[in-house]
């Protein structure tokens, strides 16, 4: 494991609460543990991000190409699309 380094981090009144409620519990044995935690979540939601982000782009992508070939789709009808395949996916995340 590589040395560790102390960190002064001043937290708001609430974020201390809950800290203090996570060491509490049981489930973390310090307060440092409950941050590096949060940290290792926050790395992995940017992570995440990330990809999605390029997903988006290769998709952008994709339809430039197909415009510049003049493979393009009425307006009304692709944001048709759009909006079935957001209202699906907001029905799989409640299902979920």
Do not use: E, G, I
């Given at each position: 494991m590589p040395p560790r380094k102390?960190?002064?981090?001043?937290?708001?009144?609430?974020?201390?609460?809950?800290?203090e409620k996570k060491v509490a519990s049981g489930l973390y044995q310090t307060a440092s543990e409950v941050v590096r935690d949060g940290l290792r979540l926050l790395e992995e939601r940017e992570r995440a991000n990330g990809k999605d982000l390029e997903s988006v782009r290769r998709k952008i992508a994709v339809g430039l190409r197909q415009a510049k070939a003049g493979k393009l789709v009425d307006g009304s009808k692709a944001f048709a699309e759009i909006r079935l395949d957001v209202s699906g996916d907001r029905k799989r995340r409640k299902a979920g």
């Open positions: 102390t960190l002064n981090v001043s937290l708001t009144p609430v974020l201390q609460k809950f800290v």
